[in-house]
């Protein structure tokens, strides 16, 4: 039988970030043998995630967001644990990371989280390995909740996110796109993050007019008029005042759930749309340019992309 070194001990931990006691009983197993022992703690991790995973709910969690340094790739990722303690834990940090960089790394988009788990990783290991020993490590259940990637048109198009740092639960992903090529895409780049911060802040539901269902806007039309019904006031006043009145409430209702409709936090004055922003940014660029879509997440929710 091989000698268990302290130095084994800790080179296995430093490796796999088990703990120190498994480590020596996976070496002792091992007869030394530090890539059996390795194994066998992949193993080991591999039993207690899947117990873990049949057991208990992940509902917790924080996003995490990683753009390529050429600003053209972005990714948005939920990540669930049990606890808030682990949630904000160092390591669970470290892992969304590594997997919001794994997702931006692919070469391409993937079609569901079982594909991206399913998708290889370092060291011979796969995507699910790497949560799986994380698993292990962390000592609770951990599960890739969802994720976005966007990718732009280099030299027409940029990305940019936006994570709340308070608590990392909210996170947003921006897509901008040019009318033609830009040398210097840094002003894109800018506008994608001040936006991404604007819908952590506003939770816009759609991104443009056209984009909200013709039903919704009815159902304001039909709130004005039983306004107007209930309000003598009105008895008197000429249709046009009317009409004026209820697209007035219709405008309200666009200005509240429509990204480019709605007012950019960062001015002043409150005055200040989003699509004029926009607009602004693409004339000091010498180019047209538009948001393509956009995605928010909240730890917990489901829908608010555009």
Not at 222 to 232: F, L, R, S, V
């Amino acid at each position: 039988m091989a000698e268990i070194t302290a130095k084994m001990v800790s080179q296995l931990r430093e490796e796999t970030g088990a703990g120190m006691m498994d480590c020596k009983k996976a070496l002792t197993e091992a007869g030394g043998d530090i890539e059996e022992a390795r194994t066998i703690l992949r193993k080991k991790g591999a039993a207690k995630a899947g117990q873990k995973s049949e057991t208990r709910t992940a509902s917790e969690g924080i996003t995490d967001a990683f753009v390529s340094e050429s600003g053209s790739v972005g990714v948005l990722l939920e990540v669930n644990s049990e606890t808030d303690f682990v949630a904000r834990n160092e390591a669970f940090h470290a892992l969304a990371h590594e997997l919001s960089r794994a997702l931006a790394d692919a070469g391409k988009p993937f079609s569901s989280v079982e594909e991206f788990l399913a998708s290889p990783a370092a060291d011979g290991k796969t995507i699910n390995d790497v949560v799986t020993e994380a698993i292990a490590r962390l000592g609770e259940k951990i599960a890739v909740a969802r994720f976005e990637r966007f990718d732009a048109s280099t030299a027409r198009g940029a990305v940019g996110a936006y994570i709340h740092r308070t608590d990392f639960k909210t996170g947003v992903l921006v897509e901008i796109a040019s009318d033609k090529e830009i040398t210097n895409i840094d002003a894109l780049t800018q506008l994608a993050r001040d936006v991404a911060m604007h819908v952590a802040a506003t939770r816009p539901q759609y991104l443009n007019p056209e984009d909200v269902p013709a039903e919704l806007l009815d159902k304001e039309r039909e709130i004005a008029i039983a306004k107007q019904d209930a309000d003598p006031s009105f008895a008197n006043k000429p249709e046009a005042a009317k009409k004026a009145m209820i697209e007035g409430q219709v405008r309200k209702y666009l200005e509240q759930c429509v990204l480019t409709e709605q007012g950019f936090v960062r001015d002043p004055s409150g005055k200040q749309k989003i699509k004029a922003l926009v607009a602004e940014v693409g004339k000091s660029a010498g180019a047209t340019l538009k948001i393509v879509r956009f995605a928010r997440y909240r730890v917990g929710e489901v829908g608010g992309n555009g």
